[in-house]
């Protein structure tokens, strides 16, 4: 089945860096990868998702990239703020299978001001 | 919409008790999921189903028993509960979009087994 591995488990940032968290993922038959956001104590929080047919993707500060040769997607946020401060978790499914997302480790973004 | 509700929000159980942690939503979404998440391991799939009457198993699926009779609901059953089944479980769902479709999910219950 499908592996998801996420790097790195926790990274501090300067506000206003950029910050950058990879994920590989084994099965070559995924073609859906989200990222989710996930504040102490709430629900994880869809930001962005990529689909296999694309490269890059973009909103506002955060853009995701896609290697599928690699196997490998990276979620890249821009002008960091403290409220980006939380878990991120990326993701893979295969959408033919129905909602099965296998998830990374989870990484501890803390920004600080 | 109220979206996704789980309930109870947070339960005591003793082990080799047994209860039923209840899911709902109000999206009329064809895929529903269990996924419990324990510190630094992330969330991992328990049983998912694609629509009514149809569940399959996912990466944790042993001693978690699953059904789903309507679309709405899919309540994930302990048989006998154990420590290691103390952790926080969220339900999610999704509709059956053809290019993958966003997981929404729900509050959560904590539970803690003594």
């Known amino acids: 089945g499908e592996n998801v591995e996420q790097h790195p488990s926790t990274l501090s940032v300067q506000e206003g860096d950029s910050a950058v968290i990879k994920c590989t993922y084994s099965d070559s038959a995924s073609n859906y990868f989200p990222w989710y956001k996930q504040e102490l104590g709430k629900r994880p929080q869809l930001i962005i998702d990529?689909?296999?047919?694309?490269g890059e993707k973009k909103d506002q500060r955060i853009a995701v990239t896609l290697n599928k040769t690699a196997k490998h997607f990276s979620l890249h946020i821009t002008e960091t703020q403290p409220e980006d401060s939380a878990v991120y978790f990326c993701?893979?499914?295969?959408?033919?299978?129905?909602?099965?997302?296998?998830f990374g480790q989870g990484t501890e973004l803390s920004v600080k001001p | 919409n109220a979206g996704v509700t789980q309930t109870p929000k947070f339960q005591v159980l003793k082990t080799g008790q047994s209860m039923t942690l209840q899911c709902a939503q109000d999206?009329?979404?064809?895929?529903m999921s269990w996924y419990r998440q324990d510190p630094g391991m992330g969330l991992r799939l328990i049983h998912y189903s694609v629509g009514a009457g149809i569940t399959d198993q996912g990466e944790v699926p042993n001693g978690y028993n699953v059904s789903r009779s309507t679309t709405e609901d899919f309540p994930l059953r302990l048989l006998s509960a154990a420590p290691s089944q103390t952790s926080v479980y969220f339900c999610?769902?999704?509709?059956?979009?053809?290019?993958?479709?966003?997981?929404?999910f729900g509050p959560g219950t904590r539970l803690l087994v003594l």
């Open positions: 990529i689909r296999s047919n694309v």
């Open positions: 999206m009329n979404h064809e895929y």
């Open positions: 999610a769902s999704s509709s059956a979009g053809l290019a993958g479709e966003t997981q929404y």
């Open positions: 993701a893979a499914s295969n959408y033919n299978q129905g909602g099965k997302l296998i």
